[in-house]
């Protein structure tokens, strides 16, 4: 047993102790729903595991309206139990602040027996239930086991967790380029405070790095059998049914030589999985609410597509302006990191330099000798630009107003996670890049690290002092 651990590579060793230690303390930390749009992320879960697929308008249910000033936004969602809607309360009203245990073990029994209230999905609406397979079942073990709804949430949370870390550490031992790079990714702190809530996030971020690692493993294989492809095809359609602008990857199939991926089954492989991944999502999607219908108190989708096919350069002005060169940008950063507390409780900027210091010393590192040639970088550049590129107008269509060229609302740095791994590749080549010993880089990358998440619990701690 001491053999297979020592065989262990180093940045696996450190992924499983640093996420578990951190996450679980993050999740004793963090009280309920406080992740970006969580209610909406649990509420799915639990509908799921009720076997509920199909969000209802509770306008057809009138004495169940809630509070709120919208005519369509927040009026999808499920018939849950009351709890939830309590603890969103808390979320709303108090914020994490100012109040004390058990807001977070709430150890009512008749919480279940209480009846039912309209919880609200929001954005959240259409989400795929991939993102909740580790919920659903952290949630149906609490129901086996007769807890109340407070404790079903916080089994979600675990059970996410460790898919988490599982997925990842799996992702990671695959990994052809810099392995140390790719751990520095995972503990991102906004990732990992993701993984630890009920937000589908941290699936997705998990989801996309074993595809992107599985991909990459496939470019110094000297045959690429089918099971291989269909294991990636498998990834792509499931990646594209929890975020559609995460298509982009596909391109990577691209980085395959054609010695060992001839162009002509290149394409055949290329063209089906498209296809059946716009089949399955344009199929969930009819089971939904049509876009169209769930933005339209901010915006008019439609009308926004309309206008860009028409005037493309009210558009890129706008990012221009912003984000490329204006101080806009700056929010992305934060929250790619760590913005947390419902977005409103930011790492400070010197332990986002530290991070992003460790990350860059941790990606010089060349563990496989793995290097991309000019053109597969193009391609890999090519494919992070068309996924910035969907992304920011994927948002601008459904939360701006038509036209709008001040700022693009909702774009957020942690959309831009899922895609991060794939920038390592960049920093490959031939030359040894750093002239220090593995023990010395493991040891200064590790202690950045490690000293950036204990900033992230202080931070935590502080924003939510009633915890322990």
Known sequence: ??????????????FLVLALVFGLLMIKTVPPLQAPDEVGHFAKAVAFSEFKIQPKSFSDESHEKTRTNKKNWNTFGFKLPKEIK?????????????????????????ANKEGREWVPTGGITNYHFFSYLPQIIGISFGKVLG??????????????????????????????????????????????????STSGDGMIIAVSFLF????????????????????????M??????KPTLITLGLLF??????????????????????????????????????????????????QLALFLKKPAIFFDNFHENY?????????????????????????LHWIIVYIISFILAALVQEEKSTLAIHQRMILITMLVAYTFLTFFALYQIWNKVGRTDAIEGVQ???????????????SSKEKLLNIKPVKINMIVSGLLFLVLVATIVILTTRYPTTF
């Open 237 to 242: 359609v499931v990646l594209v049914l929890m």
């Open 413 to 427: 740095g942690r959309y831009f996670i899922p895609v991060s791994l794939s920038i390592i590749p960049l920093f």
């Open 324 to 348: 490329l060169f204006g101080v806009k940008g700056d929010d992305i950063i934060y929250s790619f990191v760590g913005k947390f507390g419902l977005l409103d409780t930011p790492l400070g």
């Open 212 to 235: 992107i690692a599985w991909l990459l493993n496939l470019i110094k294989k000297q045959t690429i059998s089918n099971p291989m492809l269909l294991f990636n095809g498998f990834l």
């Open 86 to 110: 309590s603890m969103n309360s808390y979320s709303l009203d108090k914020a994490g602040k100012y109040e004390k245990p058990p807001y977070h073990y709430i150890h009512n029994k008749k």
């Open 1 to 14: 047993m001491i053999a297979r651990l020592k065989k262990i590579p180093f940045p696996n060793k450190l």
């Open 147 to 196: 807890k109340p709804i407070i404790e079903q949430y916080y089994a979600a949370r675990y059970f996410n967790l460790i898919a988490y870390i599982v997925i990842v550490s799996f992702a990671i031992w695959k990994f052809p380029f810099s392995k140390l790079g790719a751990t520095v990714l995972a503990l991102n702190p906004m990732a990992l405070f993701l993984a630890s």
């Open 254 to 303: 691209f980085l395959i030589p054609n010695k060992s991926f001839n162009p002509k089954r290149k394409a055949v492989w290329g063209i089906t999985i498209f296809i059946v991944s716009i089949f399955f999502y344009v199929t969930w999607n009819k089971l939904m609410i049509d876009q169209q219908t769930l933005y339209r108190d901010f915006a008019n989708p439609g009308k």
